[in-house]
């Protein structure tokens, strides 16, 4: 197998799967009325709700929901073999992911930009809601976190990658304001600016790095986490036409920009793929993940083929700016199949690196030893990048390892490989970067709804108090988690209740096609959400079992426990009312004329 077949077959597949599948479900199922007036429009506040141009929305859209996941989770499951992650990747990705983010963001503007806390709680019942808002709470705390720490451990005593993120938000900042006044809606020209001075920052990061500025960009672990923090309360509190935006909107032409390079390196040295299509480590026992294949596999990668985090943008930002209801196919289902398209990327890149090499990397070397594996390449790669990368677990390495090593091949660049490998890392950085802002921002949205059902005024968008209170708390409590280093030890967690989010989001997707009377069409979200639901329940209970307890962990255990009986809560709840709309009570037509769906 080559690394160009994979790239051919996931094109093809996500191409068709966009033009077909996604289109038929747009037209027939949620049937988008492009003469429907938005909440973007209706509820226009300069603030939030800003109309926004479709593709600088799929850019926004695309670089929330990009974060470590389709980087980190293939490279991961890579131990299993290139086939379960490929597939999963790509059966995932279309009947999944586009479908889950698709449905949740057409019920979100339907609904005013509400959240998915909200539209349970009025669409499946009071339980429902109640479950879901803790639920999506604890899961949003624990992803920032987590995604925080991996750009904290990025960044510390880095003043080249401090300086180009940094410099990304100034850049951003200007594009707002040029957009917004200098030539409004001038998005070319913007655009231009935008991408010209992104290179240039990115290119003058080594030499900053030398110069006097470099002292006052030099952070410790501590440091940096207080300016992450404060970073993810001004994107919260700030417009979102000023920083997350163009922000997110820029980034995107690194994040796709990278990709496309890969793309293009794997096209012209067509890499072999070395390690084999299933290794051993299928059943169980794998240095990097203990379990099997099933269900670890999904597990791991994660936001490669489906993400709940993604509900949460669906029905956090990207709602309230869409113009038009046509847009939410792009929008939604189309970088749902881009982040597939990275995910498989990934993939290539960690494959293509001898499985010994690979192993060498991507475990500690007290458990490297215990394999009986003989690195081939290792002292190369070390060479290669200008520093050792053996006993670098995490994925991150192991992955900007396996780009530059593709880039390698290729002679007019060779001599550029330890550049390339620490823009890689700073590009890993940027990723991860747009979905804490973006993260924070909904979470807001979350707490203030929340916090509405308790002081009234709290729930009003535009009421200042409210929105200062709420970006504090959850910008304090993911900084908190980082800070002290604890959410390390229950990272774990998060991989299974991210995808228990994204089963909850499903069956609130079928609730909505059941409420348009579309309910022959509901197994659209009914099947992936028996799949995705099923298979997280099996494997927190799996990490419960196998990992927390027989380490006296009772904390995991606890926080695990309360994760899965959540779930099944709403999951019981949901059926229920399913078997009320469809057998008992049936649905008049009126009330499915009356729904927010129609």
């Not at 995910?343 to 215990?370: G, H, R």
Request: proline share 5%; glycine share 10%; hydrophobic share 55%.
């Amino acid at each position: 197998m080559n690394g160009l077949t994979l790239v051919i077959i996931a094109l093809s597949v996500y191409a068709l799967a966009y033009r077909f599948y996604g289109a038929w479900i747009g037209a027939k199922i949620l049937a988008f009325d492009e003469n429907r007036t938005t909440p973007a429009y209706r509820l226009e506040n300069g603030y939030d709700y800003v109309p926004t141009n479709k593709w600088v929305l799929f850019g926004h859209h695309f670089a929330a929901i990009a974060g470590a996941g389709p980087l980190v989770g293939p490279v991961l499951a890579a131990q299993f073999g290139y086939l379960p992650g490929a597939l999963w990747i790509l059966i995932g990705a279309v009947l999944a992911g586009a479908v889950h983010d698709m449905v949740i963001l057409f019920a979100s503007v339907r609904y005013d930009g509400s959240s998915i806390i909200d539209i349970a709680r009025k669409e499946v019942g009071k339980v429902s809601g109640v479950a879901t808002a803790i639920a999506v709470l604890f899961i949003l705390v624990l992803a920032m976190a987590g995604l925080a720490l991996v750009v904290v451990n990025a960044l510390y005593n880095s003043p080249w990658g401090t300086f180009t993120v940094a410099a990304t938000i100034l850049i951003a900042m200007y594009m707002g304001i040029h957009m917004k006044y200098i030539r409004k809606d001038d998005i070319l020209g913007a655009t231009v600016i935008g991408v010209l001075l992104l290179i240039l920052s990115v290119v003058a990061g080594p030499y900053i790095e030398k110069t006097a500025l470099g002292h006052f960009l030099t952070f410790n672990a501590k440091q940096m986490t207080v300016i992450l923090a404060t970073y993810g309360f001004a994107a919260a509190v700030l417009p979102v036409w000023l920083l997350l935006v163009p922000r997110d909107y820029l980034s995107t032409y690194l994040k796709l920009g990278v990709m496309a390079l890969l793309a293009i390196g794997v096209i012209i040295v067509n890499p072999e793929i070395r390690m084999p299509a299933i290794t051993q480590y299928v059943a169980g026992g794998g240095p990097i993940i203990p379990g099997k294949v099933w269900p670890y596999v999904f597990i791991t990668i994660a936001c490669g083929a489906i993400s709940g985090f993604h509900s949460l943008v669906s029905s956090g930002t990207t709602p309230k700016m869409i113009k038009n209801e046509k847009d939410i196919l792009p929008v939604a289902y189309g970088a749902m199949l881009a982040e597939g398209f990275v995910a498989m990327m990934a993939l290539i890149a960690a494959t293509s690196l001898i499985p010994a090499d690979y192993f060498a990397i991507n475990v500690p070397p007290q458990v490297f030893e215990k394999l009986g594996m003989t690195p081939v390449e290792l002292q190369h790669l070390s060479n290669m990048v200008g520093e050792n990368v053996a006993g670098r677990p995490g994925g991150g390495v192991t992955l900007a390892v396996g780009m530059t090593y593709i880039f390698e091949k290729i002679p007019w660049i060779s001599h550029l490989s330890s550049y390339i490998y620490h823009f890689i890392i700073l590009f890993e950085a940027l990723f991860i970067l747009t979905t804490i802002d973006a993260g924070t921002r909904v979470g807001r949205y979350l707490l203030q709804e929340a916090g509405g059902l308790i002081y009234k005024p709290f729930a009003d968008r535009n009421w200042w108090p409210g929105i200062i209170i709420s970006s504090f708390l959850i910008s304090f409590s993911w900084g908190y988690l980082v800070y002290g280093g604890s959410v390390s030890t229950i990272w774990p967690i998060f991989g299974a209740s991210n995808q228990l989010l994204a089963g909850i989001a499903l069956a609130l997707g079928t609730t909505v096609i059941i409420k348009k009377g579309k309910a022959q069409y509901a197994w659209v979200t009914f099947v992936p959400f028996l799949f995705v639901a099923t298979t997280t329940l099996y494997a927190t209970y799996l990490n419960i079992v196998n990992i927390y307890l027989p380490k006296g962990n009772w904390l995991l255990v606890t926080l695990a426990a309360s994760i899965m009986i959540l779930a099944i809560v709403i999951i019981v709840d949901s059926f229920i009312k399913w078997y009320k709309w469809l057998v008992a009570d049936k649905l008049t037509k009126e009330q499915i004329e009356a729904s927010v769906f129609n």
